[in-house]
């Protein structure tokens, strides 16, 4: 058993994570260097120790202290299968930590569980950086959902990733029915990239470039007819520079659009009347140039 434990500890001491056998007692009968960390006592105190006493440092099992504890040993023991649970627990100094545990049966022959091997990871810090990333997340979307614009995140397959109201209200989907789907198709109605149909395409720009873009399109719209957009895409990069996405800001110019049409055949039309009427006074002069011409000559006397 002895010459067992050495091997066991040259491979898991090399290992970060805390590894710990207990038998069916709850008794520890192994722990790596690593778990100096998790426990009060060095991993050869550790030995002889009941897991309890270490983790919620109770003189009863978790699960007959607390009822609805997921206490994975006893799990392993009555199923004999492999098990997973993130647990946290509270130090002796008053601090939280959060652990990520599997736990799998060590069995003789005949399938009894002699043991169940714990292999613990501390999850503590990502645990936290997952909960500021999903704050900056909310942030980011309170303030995406603010701006009236139709706004998209989308990948370099042109797949959407996120979508705010403002582009669900153009589209007239739901956002179940955007999340995966290419950009072009639900704007175009087509079934390749847009840039590849001879459209101006800002977010295949900010791909290739690296740099913001804008250009403007028109869209299908909701069912109330088509409507023209003017799109401005802005990279977003890793930290080797490389575009990973671009976030398409979609601003539904349909009236600004139609005045300027409605301005510019209105300049149109001044200009050909213009033309026209400048060509008629031309005309005019040329007409009483000729009159004046006539009343200048002598009328000739009929005999």
Do not use: W
């Not at 520079?241 to 671009?246: D, R, T």
Request: glycine share 6%; hydrophobic share 35%.
């Amino acid at each position: 058993m002895n010459e067992h434990h050495i091997n066991l500890s040259s491979i898991t001491d090399n290992i970060s994570d805390y590894i710990v056998v207990i038998d069916n007692n709850y008794t520890v009968t192994f722990a790596n260097e690593a778990a100096d960390d998790l426990f009060i006592y060095n991993s050869n105190d550790v030995v002889g120790k009941k897991c309890y006493e270490l983790s919620i440092d109770s003189s009863l099992p978790c699960h007959k202290k607390d009822s609805s504890f997921d206490c994975l040993f006893d799990k392993v023991i009555r199923t004999a299968k492999a098990t997973f649970a993130t647990h946290t627990h509270s130090l002796s100094d008053g601090t939280q930590r959060t652990y990520e545990i599997s736990a799998s049966p060590i069995k003789r022959r005949d399938g009894e569980v002699l043991q169940v091997i714990e292999v613990i990871r501390d999850i503590t810090a990502r645990k936290e950086a997952e909960k500021a990333l999903l704050g900056h997340q909310s942030f980011l979307s309170s303030v995406l959902e603010g701006i009236g614009d139709g706004v998209v995140v989308l990948n370099s397959n042109f797949e959407i990733l996120s979508a705010n109201k403002g582009y669900l209200k153009q589209v007239g989907k739901n956002i179940e029915d955007v999340i995966g789907q290419h950009c072009f198709s639900l704007s175009h109605n087509l079934n390749k990239p847009c840039y590849l149909a001879g459209e101006d395409c800002a977010v295949n720009r900010s791909f290739s470039t690296g740099k913001q873009s804008a250009a403007i399109h028109k869209h299908r719209g909701n069912g109330s007819g088509p409507i023209y957009v003017e799109t401005k895409a802005y990279p977003l990069k890793d930290s080797s520079g490389n575009v990973i996405n671009v976030i398409d800001v979609v601003n539904n110019i349909t009236e600004k659009y139609n005045l300027e049409e409605e301005l510019k055949k209105r300049v149109t039309e001044l200009e050909e009347f213009y033309d026209m009427a400048v060509e008629r006074e031309l005309k005019m002069v040329e007409l009483k140039k000729d009159i004046e011409v006539l009343k200048k000559k002598p009328e000739k006397l009929e005999i």
